[in-house]
């Protein structure tokens, strides 16, 4: 079985985190999301993988080479346009040899892939494709199926209250090789716009596999947030341990600024005299003031928070630096080797990067 993760979206949605990483490379409770996407691949006993690419490839092709690190096959192809999430598959056409997984390159889910492998070599058909179930389905794309499991219809984006089903498509699927042909080539294809309702209206038939498992799409800073939630309570299993957990958790855990739960990766230092939590990932080497408080923030490796500022819901990339009595309103995005001078307000949603003014979010 081989696996194809689609990590070729710019990710404007996360900018400006995005400017320098590529989405998929985006650290998850300090771990590349990608890397973790690969952890389960390996556990579901897949050893080849293609990364269909084009938006800053080489820093996914800096941390993975050639994946024998992984003891995996990783090929990578790159897109000079991107070719949308059909388009993306044609492109490796060459590469596939059997049936084969494709994943989104920014949804995380407790999805058990080989429970899904051997879903679809029961049902068979030309595709399983993995569904969620929502409460508001409007934002997503629609996946109405029989009593049987045979999908029926997609619907992208229902206006509320008109959707025919509250499941969606979650992004990830099990496809035969046989779908690829009907995917055209050279041109920008989406998979949930074009290529499955054209299987469904040539009388192909594709499965539905509806779970019940954890699932988000990282690819808004209010989820990637709500995701490392889910990840310090467990609601999203397997990632950490509770409490204070991370490989600089030992040296931190008679800290009285900590407030569980807190994950910190190693290297950091926080003054006893701050408060720090609870819901806070610290990547390496972050320094945090004496008087500062840090609640519900994800920080990248190298990040310095000042004394007495105030930091509240947010992201802020590498090497980012807020000096003292600063106020970071919720909602706020900070992009790589930023500087936010000492006593600066800024108000809920801002986004900031190191070149750029600070914006309001629209
Ligand atoms: P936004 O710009 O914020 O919408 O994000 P995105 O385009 O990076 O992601 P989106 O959610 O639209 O796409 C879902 C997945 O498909 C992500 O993992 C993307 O990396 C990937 N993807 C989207 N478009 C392409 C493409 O043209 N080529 C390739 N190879 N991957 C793509």
Redesign the pocket.
């Known amino acids: 079985m081989q696996a194809i ?11 400006p985190l ?1 400017h320098r990483t ?3 490379m985006v650290p998850i409770a300090n771990v590349p999301f990608l890397a973790r996407t690969i952890e389960r691949l390996y556990a579901a006993g897949i050893r080849d993988v293609i ?5 800053l490839p080489q820093s996914i092709i800096d941390y993975f080479g050639d994946g024998s690190r992984f003891d995996m096959r990783i090929t990578y ?1 790159i ?1 000079k ?5 059909a ?2 598959l044609k ?1 490796v056409e060459q590469y596939i040899d059997g049936p084969f997984f494709v ?5 995380l889910t407790s999805l058990d892939l080989t429970e899904m492998i051997r879903f679809h070599r029961e049902k068979g058909g030309l595709g399983a494709l993995h569904l969620i179930r929502v409460d508001d389905p409007s934002a997503f794309g629609c996946v109405a199926h029989d009593a049987d499991g045979r999908i029926r219809q997609f619907v992208e984006k229902p206006p509320k209250g008109s959707a025919p089903t509250n499941e969606i498509n979650a ?1 990830t699927y099990l496809l035969e090789p046989d779908v690829l042909a009907m995917i055209p080539a050279g041109r ?1 294809v989406s998979i949930e716009r074009e290529t499955f309702p054209r299987l469904l209206s040539t009388g192909k038939m594709l499965y539905a596999y509806t779970t019940g498992d954890y699932w988000i ?1 990282l ?2 800073p209010e989820h990637y947030l709500q995701a490392h939630r889910d990840i310090l309570s467990g609601a999203m299993p397997c990632i950490v341990e509770p409490g204070i957990s991370g490989a600089g958790a030992q040296r931190l855990m008679s800290n009285a600024a900590l407030i569980a739960p807190v994950h910190v990766d190693e290297g950091v230092e926080i003054d006893p005299a701050a408060t720090v939590g609870p819901n806070v990932v610290l990547g390496a080497r972050c320094r945090i003031g004496a008087g500062a408080l840090v609640r519900d923030c994800v920080l990248w490796d190298d990040v310095i928070i000042g004394e007495r500022a105030v930091v509240e819901e947010t992201i802020a990339a590498s090497r980012v630096r807020i000096g003292a009595d600063a106020r970071i309103g919720p909602g706020t995005v900070i992009g790589h080797d930023a500087i936010v001078p000492a006593a600066s307000v800024l108000a809920p949603g801002s986004r900031v990067s190191a070149t750029a003014e600070v914006t309001q979010e629209k």
């Open positions: 993760v689609l990590v070729g979206g710019e990710g404007t949605r996360l900018r995005t590529p989405k998929p990364f269909p690419a084009g938006y192809v897109e346009e991107p070719l949308g999430t388009g993306a492109n994943l989104n390159g920014d949804i992004g920008n799409d690819g808004r």
